[in-house]
C-alpha cells in the first residue's frame, strides 16, 4: 500500500525518505515488507502520504484508535488513547 500511494503522488523514494524525516534505507525495507521496522517511523511515513492506520479489538467493526496525520502534526499533542 505504501509503494503504491507514493508512486500514485509522483514521488520517489528518496523524495518520500526526506519529506518523512527518515532514510532511504527505512523506505526501502518498509516496502519490501520488513517485518521489524519501527512503527514511529511507519506512522510518520502514512502521515506524509496523507494515510492513517486504524486499530480495532477483535470483534468490532470500527476501529478504537486511529493514527493519522492530524495527530503527527502537532509533535507535543498526546497519541490518541487506545480503547
Not at 40 to 51: N, P, S, Y
Amino acid at each position: 500500500m505504501i509503494r503504491a500511494e507514493r508512486k500514485a503522488q509522483g514521488l520517489r523514494q528518496n523524495d518520500l525518505a526526506a519529506a518523512s524525516g527518515v532514510g532511504l534505507r527505512f523506505i526501502v525495507d518498509l516496502e519490501r515488507g520488513k517485518e521489524t521496522v519501527q512503527l514511529g517511523k511507519v506512522l510518520v511515513v502514512l502521515a506524509t502520504l496523507g494515510c492513517s492506520l486504524q486499530l480495532s479489538r477483535p470483534g468490532e467493526g470500527q476501529g478504537a484508535c486511529v493514527y493519522g496525520p492530524e495527530w503527527l502534526v502537532d509533535a507535543a499533542a498526546p497519541p490518541p488513547p487506545l480503547i
